[in-house]
C-alpha cells in the first residue's frame, strides 16, 4: 500500500531564508512522485514531478526536490523563500509501472508562511 | 493546453435536495477523477474513470455517484447532500496515453450543505 506523511503541518521563514517542505513516502514498488502547490483561494498547480529519471528534480519558481530512495523521502526545497511562496503544499504518490491507474495519494499538506 | 473546467464554483444548499457538479475537459483524455478536499486532510479521492462507461470507487465514495457517458464530462451526483459532504472538490484529468502520471486540476467547487 502506498502512503505519504508530510512531516509538518506548518512551517515559517523569513523571506529571503531557506525553505524546506518535509515528505516521506510509503510505496511498494517504485513510486512516482509529486509536490503541488495551492494559493489561498485557488486551484492547484503541479510544482515538479519525480518519475524514475534523475534523482534531483527541477521544479518551477525556484523549487527542487530530491529523491532519496534509502530515506524513502522526498522534500522539497528552496533556497530564498519570496512572499509570493506562502501558500499550501502537497506531496503526493502514485504507483509507476505499467498498468498504473493514475490514483494519486496526497499527504495532509504543509502551510508555509513567509514573513517580510 | 489541458483546461478542465467545473460547474458552478459555489454552491449553498440544503441538506437532501439532490445537486450535481459538472466537469468537462478539452483535451479527450481518457482518466478523469473527483476528489475533495477538506482541512488538514488533504485531497481524497472520491471516485475515478479509466474511460467512458468505466468508473470506480476511490478512497470516499460514500453518498457520491458518478457517470461517464461520454469522454468529455464526468459529472458528480450528491443524490441526497448531507452537511458532512461540505467541502472544496476538485476534478482532474490525465493523459494516461503518455503515462505521464501527471493530473490536471480543474479550479474547485466550493460547496456548503446547510
Known amino acids: 500500500a502506498q502512503s505519504v506523511t508530510q512531516l509538518d503541518s506548518h512551517v515559517s521563514v523569513s523571506e529571503g531564508t531557506p525553505v524546506l517542505l518535509r515528505c516521506n513516502y510509503s510505496?511498494?514498488?517504485?513510486?512516482?512522485l509529486f509536490w503541488y502547490v495551492q494559493h489561498p483561494n485557488k486551484g492547484l498547480q503541479l510544482l515538479l514531478k519525480?518519475?524514475?529519471?534523475?534523482?534531483l528534480v527541477k521544479g518551477i519558481n525556484g523549487f527542487e526536490a530530491e529523491f532519496k530512495k534509502s530515506e524513502t523521502s522526498f522534500h522539497l526545497t528552496k533556497p530564498s523563500a519570496h512572499m509570493s511562496d506562502a501558500a499550501e503544499y502537497f506531496c503526493?504518490?502514485?504507483?509507476?509501472?505499467?498498468?498504473?491507474?493514475?490514483?494519486?495519494?496526497f499527504g495532509k499538506g504543509t502551510k508555509l508562511s513567509v514573513k517580510p | 493546453e489541458a483546461q478542465v473546467t467545473q460547474n458552478p464554483r459555489y454552491l449553498i444548499t440544503v441538506t437532501g435536495k439532490k445537486l450535481t457538479v459538472t466537469c468537462s475537459q478539452n483535451m479527450n483524455h481518457e482518466y478523469m477523477s473527483w476528489y475533495r478536499q477538506d482541512p488538514g486532510l488533504g485531497l481524497r479521492q472520491i471516485y475515478y474513470s479509466m474511460n467512458v462507461e468505466v468508473t470506480d470507487k476511490g478512497d470516499v465514495p460514500e453518498g457520491y455517484k458518478v457517470s461517464r457517458k461520454e469522454k468529455r464530462n464526468f459529472p458528480l451526483i450528491l443524490e441526497s447532500p448531507s452537511p458532512n459532504q461540505t467541502s472544496l472538490y476538485f476534478c482532474?484529468?490525465?493523459?494516461?496515453?503518455?503515462?505521464?502520471?501527471?493530473?490536471?486540476f480543474g479550479p474547485g467547487t466550493r460547496l456548503t450543505v446547510l
Open positions: 510505496s511498494s514498488y517504485s513510486p512516482s
Open positions: 482532474a484529468i490525465q493523459d494516461r496515453a503518455l503515462s505521464t502520471d501527471t493530473q490536471y
Open positions: 519525480y518519475t524514475s529519471a534523475a534523482t
Open positions: 503526493v504518490v502514485t504507483l509507476n509501472y505499467g498498468g498504473s491507474q493514475g490514483n494519486l495519494i
